[in-house]
């Protein structure tokens, strides 16, 4: 599938997200407890249109591994775990969190990231991004210096992943919370919005990529082609 995509997409070097150079924006852990959170994802529809994301999913955090997953891997603080489901294929925006966010590839995929080191006078120029491929059923820590956003899909069907993060990560914002930073947008959600996203711009979120809005083209089974 690597290859397919790399082809559709001569413009844009997408990466094995084993690749050395993910080093600096997370890790691939191969032996996180994921079974039963896939498993309760096959019952999880794709919409036809737009993401659909759920930062906490009762079936999820209920699934038997929240515990685990909050003293393994975040030394005993609370976690909410849900899920991010669409077609999306637009850079869109880069958001960034206090603490790791793990990503469980429903599907295959492909992140589009960026390093916080980069932004420069709240600005992020795409000439710093980076595509990596994350195949079907790898689990992915993104940093919390990694820029990131929905995944995007490598095929006509959608993406699913699922997305664990500190409690109350991407829930609603007090105002007050909201007149500190130009950049939060939610509770622990950072982000920097294309000018060509309508919705993060008409719900005020800071304008603050230069470049192309990257398009990650994606497999036509039915026309055997691809589709920009």
């Not at 691939?28 to 999913?57: C, Q, W």
């Not at 775990?81 to 603490?99: A, D, R, W």
Request: glycine share 8%.
């Amino acid at each position: 599938m690597l290859k397919t995509i790399q082809n559709c997409n001569e413009g844009l070097e997408i990466q094995h997200i084993d690749e050395e150079s993910f080093h600096l924006f997370g890790r691939v852990h191969d032996n996180f407890p994921k079974d039963r959170l896939i498993a309760k994802m096959k019952d999880v529809s794709i919409p036809t249109e737009g993401n659909v994301y759920e930062p906490a999913n009762l079936r999820l955090e209920t699934a038997g591994d929240k515990e685990i997953i909050e003293n393994a891997y975040y030394g005993g603080m609370p976690v909410q775990i849900g899920y991010c489901v669409g077609q999306n294929s637009h850079l869109g925006g880069l958001e960034f969190h206090m603490g790791s966010e793990f990503n469980i590839a429903v599907t295959d995929m492909v992140l589009l990231i960026g390093h916080f080191n980069d932004i420069k006078d709240h600005t992020f120029s795409t000439e710093h991004l980076r595509a990596f491929f994350v195949p079907e059923g790898y689990v992915v820590e993104l940093f919390q210096t990694t820029l990131h956003l929905a995944p995007c899909k490598v095929s006509e069907e959608g993406f699913k992943t699922i997305v664990i993060l500190p409690e109350g990560t991407n829930t609603p914002l007090s105002h007050a919370a909201a007149e500190q930073d130009p950049l939060l947008f939610k509770r622990n959600k950072w982000l920097l919005s294309h000018k060509e996203h309508q919705r993060f711009v008409s719900e005020g979120a800071h304008v603050g990529i230069k470049g192309p809005n990257v398009f990650v083209n994606y497999l036509m089974e039915r026309e055997g082609g691809r589709q920009r």
